[in-house]
């Protein structure tokens, strides 16, 4: 089994940019695609962004488009979430998961999930 661990969330202002990191340990062999998801209060979980941990084939909601960018550091075990040009839309608990094959959207097809890291962005 994957064990996830999100970090580098945190308080931003409009505008801003924050790097979420996503180190994976366990049975990481089996691994073949990493996503990062989200949820804002009161709002159901929302697919942002996935990748192969080759780094290839890369997929992102049009609402991050552009400004979010999904990288991987297979040496490291790690998945990375570069955010910029934060919006205040863009406030929620954010979480990365794995499965094996390819990247898909829907999160009930990843099963190792993070904890989650809060990122808020402000006015």
């Known amino acids: 089994q994957v064990q996830l661990l999100e970090s580098g969330g945190g308080l931003v202002q409009a505008g801003g940019s924050l790097r979420l990191s996503c180190a994976a340990s366990?049975?990481?062999?089996?691994?073949?695609?990493v996503g990062w998801f989200r949820q804002a209060p009161g709002k159901e979980r929302e697919f942002v962004a996935a990748s192969r941990w080759s780094g290839w084939s890369t997929y992102y909601a049009d609402s991050v488009k552009g400004r979010f960018t999904i990288s991987t550091d297979s040496a490291k075990n790690t998945v990375y979430l570069q955010m910029n040009s934060l919006k205040p839309e863009d406030t929620a608990v954010y979480y990365c998961?794995?499965?094996?094959?390819?990247?898909?959207?829907?999160?009930?097809?990843?099963?190792?999930w993070g904890q989650g890291t809060q990122v808020t962005v402000s006015s």
């Open positions: 998961a794995a499965k094996g094959g390819w990247p898909v959207q829907g999160e009930s097809q990843y099963d190792a």
């Open positions: 366990g049975r990481t062999s089996s691994t073949g695609a």
